[in-house]
């Protein structure tokens, strides 16, 4: 009996030693607690992963060597500091509890201290722990839960109104912020903005990714995968586009990641216009389609950004010398050269299409070229247009029958100004009338015009008057020498006036 005994007593101490040896745990002390047994570590032998693996209760700390990890987009969340966690421990409710990731990325545990669990996963974090608490309990069985994320901190730069770095802070109920999420943060793309090439630049432990993002794909085909979810520490670059292309331009306008609250703008306008010069252009005012009554309208209308179209109104409107097919707008972009969009405002008349009214946005320059040549069919159409001036005003002096400033309609000829004046009157000389402008350089022009009322279109004969011209008919022959013979006749009047003013007293 007693040998059986014995032999019972060496099984559990060679038990014992086989399992203290394989994992490298000498038993020097031990105490219960909770119905768990304490062991007092003073060893600790490092075995193969797939050896630890294979004991109950035990695992890895961390991933092989050689094991890819997770990286850029689908990459697990990451723990840092401020981030708030659960710790529960099976049957060990005392070590259990809600805990704060410190400011040095560790976590102060019970019993075992601090554990680093900067750049960590929740699953090799609750590994990590598991492991330092297995010198402690035998078979440890933990859970680690995040119950509030950290602040979001990111960065946006490139083709954005307001780059640098931005604080979400994730309270209960809110989410991690998107890629678009993150650009309405920054203000908004602006036109120079190439979303088809967007990076996503996020670190992890050791290396730095680069993911890309087509938000033009979001755009036109609703694909919702290029809105990524962004982490904690996450830059975002939008790059210029080579190019600006003006078919996209409203399209990029409209986007939810556009600027949302439309301001004054601040722009120049140079060429052909009738008051060049920098100007601040103020978003219009579009009614929605089912208006209230007036005390409400002003509340459901909605601005729309400047135009081309908008900023020419604002500069006086073009002149008759401007080519409305080769506008330009130049824009400076935050990295890289100038970049220049050729539109064409005929075309706009001419088949309403809307995307030559492109949208401008701060510091952009719009600059309406001279016209080589002037077609006289395309004139009264260009005089209608809402980019050109309503009224100009030109002095009509001399031999007319109302002579004076006169108001009249932009790309009024001559022979028109002279009409609208009431004609020549019976002192004029009809052959030829002379034209006076202030040029743009300062300086003063004077010519005389050979006056055909037949006369179409003809910067010889009949040109185009611009404003604040001086058109002065003179006098004809007959009645300069009518206005010699009076004033030489005139001291002689007066002499037979005197004479017939003593024969009354005769």
């Not at 010198?135 to 950290?150: D, F, H, S």
């Not at 908008?310 to 050269?337: C, F, H, K, N």
Request: glycine content about 6%.
């Amino acid at each position: 009996m007693e040998s059986a005994k014995l032999s019972a007593k060496r099984h559990r101490e060679t038990s014992c030693n086989f399992w203290t040896k394989s994992v490298g745990f000498p038993t020097l002390a031990t105490r219960t607690v909770a119905g768990f047994t304490l062991l007092s570590v003073t060893t600790l032998m490092i075995l193969p992963p797939s050896a630890i693996a294979q004991l109950p209760g035990l695992r890895p700390s961390a991933a092989p060597a050689g094991t890819s990890v997770r990286r850029g987009a689908d990459a697990p969340y990451t723990l840092g500091a401020g981030d708030r966690v659960r710790l529960d421990i099976f049957e060990v409710p005392e070590y259990s509890g809600e805990y704060q990731v410190l400011i040095d990325g560790t976590l102060n545990l019970p019993i075992i201290g601090s554990v680093s669990v900067q750049d960590l996963s929740l699953e090799r974090a609750t590994s990590e722990i598991s492991s330092r608490y297995a010198r402690y309990i035998r078979r440890p069985l933990l859970t680690l839960t995040l119950l509030a994320p950290r602040p979001v901190k990111i960065a946006v730069a490139g083709e954005v109104n307001r780059p640098g770095s931005y604080t979400v802070n994730l309270t209960e109920g809110t989410q991690f912020p998107t890629v678009t999420q993150a650009v309405q943060l920054a203000g908004g793309i602006t036109q120079a903005a190439n979303i088809r090439q967007v990076e996503l630049r996020r670190l992890s432990p050791g290396s730095s990714d680069v993911i890309a993002v087509n938000l033009w794909e979001l755009l036109n085909n609703g694909d919702l995968s290029q809105d990524l979810t962004l982490r904690d520490g996450d830059s975002l670059f939008i790059p210029t586009s080579p190019q600006i292309n003006a078919d996209e331009s409203r399209t990029l306008a409209d986007a939810s990641f556009a600027p949302q609250n439309t301001g004054p703008i601040k722009i120049v306008v140079v060429g052909e216009v009738s008051r060049p010069g920098p100007y601040i252009v103020s978003p219009t005012t579009v009614a929605t389609a089912n208006t209230p009554p007036e005390a409400n309208r002003a509340a459901s209308s909605s601005s729309t950004p400047a135009t081309v179209t908008q900023a020419i109104q604002v500069a006086g409107g073009i002149t008759p010398l401007a080519d409305i097919r080769q506008v330009q707008i130049r824009r400076s972009a935050r990295s890289g050269p100038e970049k220049v969009l050729d539109i064409n405002l005929w075309q706009l008349l001419q088949s309403g299409d809307v995307t030559q009214d492109v949208i401008l946005q701060e510091g952009d320059t719009v600059v309406v070229p001279t016209a080589s040549n002037i077609d006289p069919s395309e004139v009264p159409q260009i005089a209608t247009a809402s980019f050109s001036p309503n009224i100009i005003r030109v002095n009509v002096v001399g031999e007319v029958a109302n002579a004076g400033t006169i108001e009249v309609p932009p790309n009024t000829t001559l022979n028109q100004a002279v009409l609208a004046a009431g004609g020549f009157n019976n002192r004029a000389r009809r052959s030829s009338v002379e034209l006076i402008r202030l040029n743009a350089n300062g300086t003063i022009s004077k010519r005389n015009v050979q006056v055909n009322f037949a006369q179409g279109i003809n910067d010889q004969n009949n040109p185009i008057l611009r404003n604040n011209d001086v058109v002065v008919v003179n006098r004809s022959n007959l009645a300069n020498f009518s206005d010699t013979l009076g004033t030489v006749l005139s001291p002689l009047g007066g002499v037979f006036s005197l004479f017939n003013f003593f024969r009354i007293f005769e």
